[in-house]
């Protein structure tokens, strides 16, 4: 049996053996560094998504609360949704009231502005801090000394009207055009289901067409080649016409001095009960609501060549406008739901004709239908009905109309239908909301 050397302490120290193990513990530790920094990144990563989720839809909820309710409303439905979206119990108080702000926002320069009593843009921000008691821990990098993460999200939504909503012809039906008519720049045409045209019409480049298959739209054998410009105003798309399911919302803050609705021309909360349903000019009282009630489906008539100036008309009649009316600075509205709730004589004018000038439009609101013969003109006024809306031959809205329709809007030939821009202020609108930040 061979006999065990005894190693000498140079032998030791000069030793090799278990090099390797002390390498393999440093690689380790690395191993363990790098693998935790993954881990603890794909953690708040994960975090951050969740924390954005939770402010963009607290700021969609308060935007959208906003449109008719106060700003304490309004926050409280931002702080209800990031409740449940980050319960305190898991997440503590991601979301403060002072963290939601309403305002306007500028896209040039991307800055939010903060506005007292403001519904056009909302700012919301969420956040996981140590400051807020509640960050977001770590686990392998503690080891490290690296014990929680920092994290603060933002988002913003803005408030928009859809341009065609503000100016053109708008109906969840079918859109039925007939001949001879123009469509001058930035006019727009849109029906839920599909438009239908006749020959001979001109639509200048900037006009809009849409339906939500272009291809749906219904044409002559002639196509194209009757229908100037057409073919490069088709756009296919669909929209929510929020506006015709707040009708009913809309007509009752009219009746309410001071309300959102109510017109800054209307100057005094003592209204006008009528005494008889034939309304001459002396019976209008300009700044004043004015209110009929009618009862065995009798009409509502104005009479002949009444000017309606600074007024506002509510009725559950039937409404007739005799031949000349002129509406400036004036909205009649009615809660009557027949296929004749609104008709007129010729030559019927909604807003005045000033060039496009600010103030001087005029809308009608139904939950009807409205029927018109020839000569409607429309300059900075809106017609709004959750039916149908008729028109006969030479329509003109050469400057500014907005013909919105939850049935089917019908006009015949000889129209002439431009963009304003301005003008129509008092128009009504439901906002539409997008995220932009």
Known sequence: MPLLKLKTSRDFVNGEGGGTTAFGLFILAASLLVGGYAVDVGSVMTARTQLQIAADTAAHAAILTRETKSEGDSIAAARDIALANMPASLFGTVLRDADVKFGQFDPTTGSFIQV???RDAV???????????????TYLLKLVGFTEW??????VFVTYHPTCLREGFVAEKVVDLQSNNSYVNGFCIHSNSYVSLNSNNFFEPGTVVSMPDKNDIELPNSGFKTNIGLQEALHSGSWNIRIVSRIDELIA????????QMPEYINSGIAVTLANRNVGQEHLIP??????????GAALTIKQNVIMDR?????NCKVKFEQGVVLTDAVVATTDTSAQSVTS?????????????????????????????????IYGGQLLAVQNIEFSANANGIQGAAVVAGGLISGTSNME???????????FHAEYFKLVY
Do not use: K
């Not at 239908?417 to 008092?426: I, K, L, Q, S, Y």
């Open 123 to 137: 700012w919301v921000e969420t956040r996981q801090q140590a400051d807020n008691g509640n960050p977001i821990s």
């Open 116 to 118: 007292a009593g403001a």
């Open 253 to 260: 803050d009219l009746a309410v001095y001071g309300s959102r």
């Open 150 to 155: 920092n994290i603060t999200t933002q988002s």
């Open 345 to 377: 004589a010729a030559s019927l004018q909604v807003g005045r004709n000033d060039n496009c000038a600010v103030g001087g439009g005029a809308q009608i609101v139904t939950l009807g239908s409205m029927s018109f013969p020839s000569d409607l003109q």
């Open 311 to 315: 007024v506002v008309m509510l009725t």
């Open 417 to 427: 239908m431009g963009f304003c821009g301005t003008g129509m202020e008092n128009n």
């Open 287 to 296: 700044g004043r609501l004015h209110r009929f009630t009618c009862s065995g």
